[in-house]
């Protein structure tokens, strides 16, 4: 069992900064990628932006040049830094982790951080 916690959301200005962090613990033996997505309301869920194992990231278009992750291995971690915030970026943003192996591939997520971006 795989537990993730969120941090970092909250209401943030059109234009401004903000820093998601996202900690994974319990069972977890090998990693594919962790990230983060986002629903809006009447939305289905998207990705906003993963980072594999190997250091390799995948960033929605809307978000690009914005937003930018990162990891720390020895926390099994992922910040995400989201600069110039718009309005259409409010949405829940969920951790998201997987993993997988030999025969296996399982994933899991948070329970989910409020972002409304408004004036």
């Known amino acids: 069992q795989v537990q993730l916690v969120e941090s970092g959301g909250g209401l943030v200005q059109p234009g401004g900064s903000l820093r998601l962090s996202c900690a994974a613990s319990?069972?977890?033996?090998?990693?594919?990628?962790m990230g983060w997505y986002r629903q809006a309301p009447g939305k289905q869920r998207e990705l906003v932006a993963t980072?594999?194992?190997?250091?390799?990231?995948n960033y929605a278009d809307s978000v690009k040049g914005r937003f930018t992750i990162s990891r720390d291995n020895a926390k099994t971690s992922v910040d995400l830094q989201m600069n110039t915030w718009k309005p259409e970026d409010t949405a829940v943003y969920y951790c998201?982790?997987?993993?997988?192996?030999?025969?296996?591939?399982?994933?899991?997520w948070g329970q989910g951080t409020q972002v409304t971006v408004s004036s």
């Open positions: 980072i594999t194992s190997g250091g390799t990231t």
């Open positions: 319990g069972s977890i033996f090998s990693i594919y990628s």
């Open positions: 998201n982790i997987i993993l997988t192996g030999i025969k296996m591939r399982s994933e899991y």
